[in-house]
């Protein structure tokens, strides 16, 4: 298996993107491809896109050294610093694909969250300390702007949209991870320290080991059904980041949620064809069972984590592997299914951009968590980082 994931990373998926899905005439990386794997027009450029792209393509330099990773990452770079960059320092939606034209001047939580994620992998490749600054100079004015001194947290957006999301606070906890990872500066954790109580205090439903996904803005359940809506690709996502939170701080409290999490996901969130359903309510029940390609990807790292830290089986990890290589990227080379019904009938016709980043960073564990157990095969407690 690692040997199909390598080759598939890097030569057949991540070099086909970096050349792709980039617009030689107007810079940037598109939101899509056809399932033919031409680019698609648009109107507006997304700034998740290119953050996204750029975490996607560091994270593969990092690991090669191939001059068309770090070309393609410094390509992301430069469209985002020098068309999305907002005045108050944090980073806009969207921009017209040729420089100069409109933007989407609309400064969202979750775009900020990847912003600084992939700044975190930036500097492991680019200037460092430009890098570094930069990400420090985002997360200073995302307090500014969108940090709740009441209720805790950060809006969702500057115009407080509602209802509020445990899902980018999810992504800003990653975020912070990377850029200690990056920078050994301790208060990257101490930030990050700070998403984990909100975790455990306000987004963990410890009743049903479930995670809440929609809020009101002072952070409590969501009113009506939207309060009791959950979606085991979260669930698997927080498994993954409390285990390597533990990893990093030695904080022990996130180690009882995160198994619970593992198992009620696997559990309820999980049908008979070994794949992750879109979503379901709070006591198990299946309200959307569709194949979404993203989930399958969160429960593959949540595996590997729970077989790094927990000692489970290696093989629980593998089995969602194959059924995603098996169901979603089928023998379509660099290209893939992104959703399908519970049949497994195909549900898109277009092959999203922003998708590098879970398959990048699912299958980059496979390979270190996998390389690390055939150099030392009892070692499941640490982390081979």
């Known amino acids: 298996m690692t040997d199909w994931v390598r080759a598939h990373l ?17 810079g940037g990386f598109v939101s899509a491809l056809s399932q033919t794997g031409e680019r698609l027009p648009e109107d507006m450029r997304a700034c998740l896109v290119q953050s996204r792209c750029l975490y996607s393509f560091s994270h593969a330099a990092v690991l090669s050294g191939e001059g068309w990773a770090i070309e393609a990452a410094e390509r992301a770079y430069l469209c985002l610093v020098s068309r999305f960059r907002h005045r108050s320092g ?10 100069g034209g409109r933007r989407d001047e609309r400064l969202d939580f979750y775009d900020q969250a990847f912003m600084l994620f992939s700044l975190g992998w930036w500097a492991r490749i680019g200037d460092r300390n430009a890098a570094l600054t930069l990400a420090e100079e985002t997360f200073a004015a995302f307090e500014q702007e969108l940090g709740d001194r009441e209720a805790g947290g950060w809006r969702e957006d500057d115009a407080a949209r509602l209802p509020r999301r445990q899902n980018p ?16 500066e301790p208060v990257w954790l101490a930030r990050a320290e700070t998403i984990v109580t909100l975790f455990l205090s306000r987004f963990f ?4 080991a479930t995670v809440r996904e929609f809020l009101t803005a002072e952070l409590d359940p969501a009113p009506g059904e939207a309060g009791r809506l959950r979606e085991p690709g979260h669930a698997m996502e927080w498994v993954w980041l409390l285990l390597q939170h533990n ?3 030695g904080n ?10 593992y198992r009620n996901a696997r559990r309820d969130g999980c049908d008979a064809s070994g794949h992750l359903v879109e979503v379901t309510s709070a006591e198990g029940r299946v309200l959307d069972g569709s194949h979404l390609l993203w989930p399958q990807t969160e429960a593959v790292k949540a595996a590997l984590a729970m077989h790094e830290f927990a000692g489970t089986p ?4 593998e089995a969602f592997l194959q059924s995603l290589r098996r169901v979603h990227l089928q023998d379509r080379g660099p290209l893939w299914i992104n959703r399908l019904t519970a049949q497994g009938a195909p549900l898109t016709e277009i092959v999203p951009t922003r998708l590098l980043y879970h398959l990048v960073l699912s299958l980059t564990e ?3 968590v996998a390389s690390s157990q055939r150099e030392r095969p009892s070692a499941h407690g640490e982390s081979g980082r």
């Open 169 to 184: 606070h999810m992504h800003l906890l990653e975020a912070m991870h990377a850029l200690h990872e990056a920078s050994g």
């Open 252 to 261: 022990r409290s996130v180690l009882g949620p995160a198994h619970e999490l």
């Open 90 to 99: 944090l980073w806009v939606t969207a921009a017209t694909p040729r420089e």
């Open 10 to 26: 890097f030569h057949t998926m991540l070099p086909f993107w970096a050349r792709r899905a980039f617009d030689p005439d107007a």
């Open 205 to 208: 439903d410890a009743e049903t």
């Open 366 to 368: 496979y390979l270190r």
């Open 247 to 249: 990893r990093l701080t």
């Open 314 to 317: 290696l093989g629980e990890a």
